[in-house]
């Protein structure tokens, strides 16, 4: 019945649960790995130069405007990870010149990792072959905002948000005009030989490699212009064909021996390496035929010579002395000797004389 129809309560609605916020996530970013090249934000104007005689599995490379020192260097090959970057050796200090040999050959464009991490070039080194080639090239324009080694800022990759540090201006040298009453001259055994000064090279410390050299050099020497010899630097190979010269400035043209057997006469018009284009000399130089080591007037051999023979008519004229010297006294003492004996006879005949007359007295 009707009256049996109890009234009930509406039921509650059940609140829907509040919804949990949504927490936005940085992605996690690594360093590049991609084709693109770019250096990190803190490479500045730094250059490095694959030297000649450079390949895929050996490589002798240059630092140029380092903005601190390099205490370490390592490459990779394109495509590689982190872990597989090999560890490079320094080769000459005051060139900021490493060495790597690698027991595989790299796949270009290799990678550079200075200082632990510090400096990070991604894919700059675009050919490993030597050549005067600076990288990272004015095209590679990506940038890692950070090195890996810096904890404080997150490591990421963007596309370019500041333009790459402008390349370090070129500095040319005007080498002095060839003043020698002799000019530009080679010996006439110098054949295709060229001497080329590397980048960095100056008046002050030259760096030059040779090339097309008929012999095995075994010695390199240079002079400045006006110097009468080559003593004012000092001269030793780094690796085969390669030259350093240290000492004192040079007056440019300079004038390179080789082995006292090949000399250029104020061949080297500008000692100042180039990072664009390559300086070879002689360029232009006139062949002296009949080539003698009386056409270099280096006085350190000549005054060599000098005492050498001075020596020589010393000791002979000393000898000379004591030969006359010995002649003379035996002469002297020969002379003397027989002043004696006369002397002794004199002295016995009076005697003899006295004695008889003293008999003849007395009887």
Known sequence: SFGDDIPTSPSSPVPDPTPTPTIPTTPTTSPPVSSECGVSNNWGSMTISPYWGSNTKQISAIISNAPS??????????????????????????????????????????????NNGDYIGNNIIISMTGSTAEYPLSSCSGSIVSSPSSPSEPSSTVSDPTPRPTPKPVTTTTAPPVSSSDGCWVSSNWGPMTIVPYYGSQPSNFVAHVYNAPITIRKFEIKGKGDSNYNKM??????????????????EPASIRINNAYLGNDIIESMWGLSTGLNAYPDG???RSGFTDD???????????????AIIVGCLIGFGLIITGFVCLCKYNKKKKGTAYFEDNADTAGNDEIEDGDTAKAE
């Open 69 to 114: 020192t390099i205490t370490s260097f390592e490459m990779k090959g394109y495509g590689q990870t982190d872990n597989q970057y090999q560890n490079c050796v320094i080769q000459n200090i005051g060139l900021n010149m490493w060495q790597c040999d690698f027991s595989n050959a790299l796949t270009e464009p290799a990678s550079i990792r200075l």
């Open 234 to 251: 000092t001269c030793n190979e780094q690796n085969a064909g390669l030259f350093i010269c240290t000492g004192t400035t040079l007056t």
């Open 285 to 287: 130089c006139s062949i």
């Open 295 to 309: 056409d270099d007037q280096d006085s350190s051999d000549g005054m060599e010579w000098t005492i050498i023979f």
